[in-house]
T-cell receptor, first 116, second 110 residues
């Protein structure tokens, strides 16, 4: 199957700093990528939909100025958590949708963010 | 609102038995349902997709059913192994997005 990578796999940062997470589709071009957040023992919560070359679409309740998304190329989307606080600590997962697909998405391995 | 619901309680079974996980959907009629496996600290991995006009689908030891009358999908793992222990997520389309259930944790004891 298609491969999606995320970097870093885990990160620990101090409160108030910004953290950037990268999501790459390694063997296909993805016009659409999704960013999810997952708390322990809970399901994936969609944060935003990232479309190459245009602004991301954020879900209700997700602060776009806090979670900056950039989808600059067909293989790379980045999520920047700005001025991180302990409550932002979570597991962040991206997924990528192959072109011309409406029901398929391949997930990255996730990034564990811990804000001290 | 459209919902995908899974039994949040963990399922414990003995190795070799068949594990059956349930997924119910409410307030909509999904054209398909998907099942994913998620290991701790990892992203979900796609397993199977079943469309509303398909009663059953199989892949190796996995079998999925789709009952539009009961608004339910069942996910079966036959001859379960300890390596099958994971969280299994059910998902359905929600417009351009995907709606996920909370997942059911499966523990297979040797």
């Amino acid at each position: 199957g298609a491969v999606v990578s995320q970097h870093p796999s885990w990160v620990i940062c101090k409160s108030g700093t910004s953290v950037k997470i990268e999501c790459r589709s390694l063997d296909f071009q993805a016009t659409t990528m999704f960013w999810y957040r997952q708390f322990p023992k809970q399901s994936l919560m969609l944060m935003a939909t990232s479309n190459e070359g245009s602004k991301a679409t954020y879900e209700q309740g997700v602060e776009k100025d806090k979670f900056l998304i950039n989808h600059a190329s067909l293989t790379l989307s980045t999520l920047t958590v700005t001025s991180a606080h302990p409550e932002d600590s979570s597991f962040y997962i991206c997924s990528a949708r192959p072109p011309k697909s409406t029901d398929t998405q391949y997930f990255g391995p996730g990034t564990r963010l811990t804000v001290l | 609102s459209q919902k995908i619901e899974q039994n949040s309680e963990a399922l414990n079974i003995q190795e070799g038995k068949t594990a059956t996980l349930t997924c119910n959907y409410t307030n909509y009629s999904p054209a398909y349902l998907q099942w994913y496996r998620q290991d701790p600290g990892r992203g979900p991995v796609f397993l199977l997709l079943i469309r509303e006009n398909e009663k059953e689908k199989r892949k190796e030891r996995l079998k999925v059913t789709f009952d539009t009358t009961l608004k339910q999908s069942l996910f079966h793992i036959t001859a379960s192994q300890p390596a099958d222990s994971a969280t299994y997520l059910c998902a359905g389309p929600g417009g351009f997005k995907t709606i996920f259930g909370a997942g059911t944790r499966l523990f297979v004891k040797a």
